[in-house]
């Protein structure tokens, strides 16, 4: 897959103190073997495929001492923090939120398919953001948590790509950090869905957010040194 | 035409990829009508009046049926306004096509999302919304952005789709086509031709 532009760090030189690392639902449920997805009967393959990337990325931030934000989707064991329309949804597409699956129970907290895969363990210090929603800031602590360091750019990876991706970027937009997506680093289910996410986050010349790889992203934080 | 009564249920609204909403419950009682962007200056720039017509329609639609509406419109913050935003005041103003009922609700926001920082949310769940029926501009903007955090919300969404345009007809398609996956991960999507049959005694 091409990437579409390589335009960032887009305004100003980036600032590494001042820029977060945030990984997207690498979770079993999503992208390993035996999760939901993979129950479903869809193809994990190029959610799968973007571990070694995000792992490349991930290893430059801790390098480089950035903060590192990892996010999982869940609902409460007791499913009071799940929309109704959304358990329905899922339970009519063939396996519901909450129900019993390969995995435990689909996308509920603490159950094997909601860890994050063995991969991209978070270490002891990295922010952990537990989210009901597709969008990382709905009823989460993560904007109070980034304001707090002072952060201001967001460097979004993770999956998929055209749904808590998405509205991760456009709610970071909406609040104010400058969001640019690894295109290398995100995925969707369907490849088109993927294409169309990073085509629409071109509108009105990356508004929402910008797309770079993790190569520039390497070289970024390594302080203009050689990329990987 | 006389509104049903309140509690009453319309008939689903054949839509992608289930019939809408999912409990087949909606009535003026519960759902809202969410227009989002219809001002000039986007008509203008995404060459929307298709749209904009349809969305005119729908509007008169729900407000025959007594169906709540509300308006939201950009209006950047002086301190917001990049040197590209800067537009003459009248093609901030409603699309020309587009008259409000006097009893519309009308929403400001700064940004492309009409919930953020907004008394939206909590101006729908007093009034007891459930369902959202969703169209404006564009498609893969505000539109979007505003059903997604709706959705996070809990609300049942529905976009029509002839009533809104995107900042291409491709990404319109696009943005449509990843809110019907995975069973409609952010709602469902429907002709106005689908809404009306729905509200239409049989």
């Known amino acids: 897959m091409a990437v579409l532009t390589s335009s960032w760090p887009s305004l100003r030189p980036l600032d590494i103190r001042r820029t977060a690392l945030v990984i997207i639902d690498m979770q079993v449920d999503f992208c390993a073997p035996g999760g939901w997805v993979d129950q479903l009967g869809e193809d994990v393959s190029n959610t799968r495929a973007v571990i070694g990337p995000i792992s490349e990325a991930l290893a430059a931030a801790r390098a480089a001492g950035m903060v590192v934000v990892h996010t999982r989707e869940g609902h409460k064991a007791d499913l009071a923090d799940l929309p109704l329309n959304k358990q329905w949804r899922t339970r009519a597409h063939g396996l519901g939120i909450g129900d019993m699956g390969a995995s435990g129970r689909i996308l509920v907290q603490g159950e094997p398919g909601w860890q994050i895969i063995p991969e991209l363990t978070p270490l002891p210090g990295e922010i952990v953001i537990d989210k009901p929603g597709k969008s990382s800031f709905h009823a989460t602590d993560l904007e109070d948590q980034l304001r707090a360091l002072e952060i201001t750019c967001l460097v979004v990876t993770g999956v998929t790509s055209d749904c808590c991706v998405q509205s991760t970027i456009r709610d970071g937009f909406e609040r104010g950090f400058e969001c640019v997506l690894l295109a290398d680093c995100t995925a969707a289910v369907e490849t088109d869905n993927h294409l169309a996410t990073l085509d629409i986050l071109s509108a009105f010349g990356g508004r929402w957010g910008k797309i770079s790889d993790r190569f520039a992203f390497q070289q970024a934080v390594s302080g203009g040194g050689k990329g990987a | ?202």
């Open chain 2, 1 to 202: 035409m006389v509104p049903p009564e309140p509690g009453l249920s319309y008939k689903s609204v054949a839509a992608n990829p289930y019939a809408w909403p999912f409990d087949g419950q909606w009535s003026s009682a519960d759902t809202a009508l969410l227009l989002l962007g219809l001002q000039q200056c986007a008509v203008d720039a995404l060459q929307a009046r298709e749209a904009v017509l349809a969305a005119r329609d729908l509007l008169l639609l729900a407000h025959e049926h007594g169906i709540a509406i509300y308006v939201a419109r950009r209006e950047a913050r002086p301190e917001k306004l990049a040197s590209d935003d800067h537009v003459a005041p009248a093609a901030w103003q409603w699309a020309r096509d587009i008259a409000l009922p006097e009893d519309a609700h009308i929403i400001t926001h700064a940004g492309d999302n009409a919930f953020y920082q907004t008394g939206l949310e909590n101006s729908l769940r007093s009034a007891g919304i459930r369902n959202l029926l969703i169209a404006g501009l564009p498609t893969d903007g505000l539109v979007h952005a505003t059903q997604r955090t709706a959705n996070d919300m809990g609300f049942e969404c529905l976009a029509i789709a002839d009533a809104c345009a995107g900042t291409t007809p491709a990404r319109h398609a696009a943005q449509l086509r990843i809110t019907t996956f995975g069973n409609g991960l952010f709602g469902a999507v429907a002709d106005l031709a689908a809404v009306r049959a729905a509200l239409t005694p049989s």
